[in-house]
């Protein structure tokens, strides 16, 4: 390291001349961001309707198939179009078997996998997406092998802007409100819901069914801002690493040098120190025989 600084002097202020630099770069940035922003974020309100079949206005049909021995409950909701982002639908009590069929002639997304909770038994779980495996079609069936219950869970689209609040570019708040509207904005119509269990045999006892739709409308849109002294932090952190993954090891290599050269230098004197005592016995020793007898 002395031989470097000695070779260029200036190297140390090269070294500080550029975390200045870098430092200076960064923090530019970071209140660029903050002074002249163009993201917004806007935030969305949900509401939720709930539906229960053995409290609902119209009654659970009941139609038993003397030709294929079943038994089919059906139900229709309906549910507000402006905005509907979720239907979800619960069904108790059920027959081994059963099959719980959702009918909407709009369409809806689903998966066996969406909306319920992952224990990563499933290999898809670790990376589902319903815009990749989700069915969007007119109708969706689940069946209770074991009966009991079965949980359905729909999207009515798969952009994930209308709904759980987004971000959008816009110049100024006006733009940024305007545009929020348009990506939550939606009308899914017809908005009724048909949903049906098909049970084995001639069954008597109805089961429970219970359905959830969610809405989601505008609430609020802010620009998306950022604390520059924690950003600050951030970058001057950032810098500090950069340069000591850089200099801790030439540090360590000249350190390690210097170590060694001092024990290099210590076994030299240790060295030198024999020999000039072996020299100072050798004169002594010459001088005794040349003495006069």
Same mark, same amino acid.
């Given at each position: 390291?002395?031989?470097?600084?000695?070779?260029?002097?200036?190297?140390?202020?090269?070294?500080?001349?550029?975390?200045?630099?870098?430092?200076?770069?960064?923090?530019?940035?970071?209140?660029?961001?903050?002074?002249?922003?163009?993201?917004?974020?806007?935030?969305?309100?949900?509401?939720?309707?709930?539906?229960?079949?053995?409290?609902?206005?119209?009654?659970?049909?009941?139609?038993?198939?003397?030709?294929?021995?079943?038994?089919?409950?059906?139900?229709?909701?309906?549910?507000?179009?402006?905005?509907?982002?979720?239907?979800?639908?619960?069904?108790?009590?059920?027959?081994?078997?059963?099959?719980?069929?959702?009918?909407?002639?709009?369409?809806?997304?689903?998966?066996?996998?969406?909306?319920?909770?992952?224990?990563?038994?499933?290999?898809?779980?670790?990376?589902?997406?319903?815009?990749?495996?989700?069915?969007?079609?007119?109708?969706?069936?689940?069946?209770?092998?074991?009966?009991?219950?079965?949980?359905?869970?729909?999207?009515?689209?798969?952009?994930?802007?209308?709904?759980?609040?987004?971000?959008?570019?816009?110049?100024?708040?006006?733009?940024?409100?305007?545009?929020?509207?348009?990506?939550?904005?939606?009308?899914?119509?017809?908005?009724?819901?048909?949903?049906?269990?098909?049970?084995?045999?001639?069954?008597? *006892? +109805?089961?429970?069914?219970?359905?959830?739709? /969610?809405?989601?409308? !505008? #609430?609020? $849109?802010?620009?998306? &801002?950022?604390?520059?002294? *924690? +950003?600050?932090?951030?970058?001057?952190?950032? /810098?500090?690493?950069? !340069? #000591?993954? $850089?200099?801790?090891? &030439?540090?360590?290599?000249?350190?390690?040098?210097?170590?060694?050269?001092?024990?290099?230098?210590?076994?030299?004197?240790?060295?030198?120190?024999?020999?000039?005592?072996?020299?100072?016995?050798?004169?002594?020793?010459?001088?005794?025989?040349?003495?006069?007898?």
């Amino acid at each position: 390291m002395r031989k470097a600084l000695a070779q260029n002097p200036n190297l140390l202020r090269t070294l500080v001349g550029l975390s200045v630099t870098l430092i200076f770069m960064l923090s530019y940035a970071v209140y660029g961001a903050t002074v002249s922003p163009s993201v917004y974020i806007y935030q969305t309100e949900a509401t939720v309707d709930t539906y229960n079949a053995s409290e609902a206005d119209e009654e659970v049909q009941r139609y038993y198939n003397d030709d294929d021995n079943t038994t089919t409950w059906s139900w229709q909701i309906n549910a507000n179009d402006a905005n509907l982002t979720w239907v979800n639908i619960t069904a108790t009590e059920l027959s081994d078997g059963a099959v719980l069929r959702v009918t909407n002639i709009a369409k809806l997304y689903s998966h066996e996998l969406l909306g319920n909770t992952y224990d990563l038994q499933n290999p898809l779980e670790e990376e589902f997406s319903c815009a990749d495996l989700c069915d969007y079609d007119t109708k969706h069936e689940r069946t209770a092998e074991d009966g009991g219950t079965i949980e359905f869970h729909a999207l009515t689209s798969v952009d994930p802007a209308r709904r759980s609040n987004g971000s959008v570019f816009a110049a100024d708040l006006t733009e940024a409100e305007e545009k929020s509207r348009a990506a939550i904005y939606y009308e899914h119509s017809p908005s009724i819901v048909r949903i049906e269990i098909i049970e084995q045999g001639n069954r008597s *006892t +109805e089961p429970s069914v219970s359905a959830e739709t /969610v809405n989601e409308e !505008f #609430s609020s $849109v802010e620009v998306f &801002s950022v604390d520059a002294g *924690t +950003e600050f932090l951030w970058a001057l952190a950032a /810098v500090v690493g950069c !340069f #000591s993954m $850089v200099l801790i090891p &030439s540090f360590t290599v000249y350190f390690a040098a210097r170590a060694k050269e001092k024990r290099d230098e210590a076994k030299l004197q240790l060295a030198q120190a024999k020999v000039d005592q072996h020299l100072s016995d050798a004169e002594q020793g010459s001088n005794g025989d040349t003495a006069p007898k």
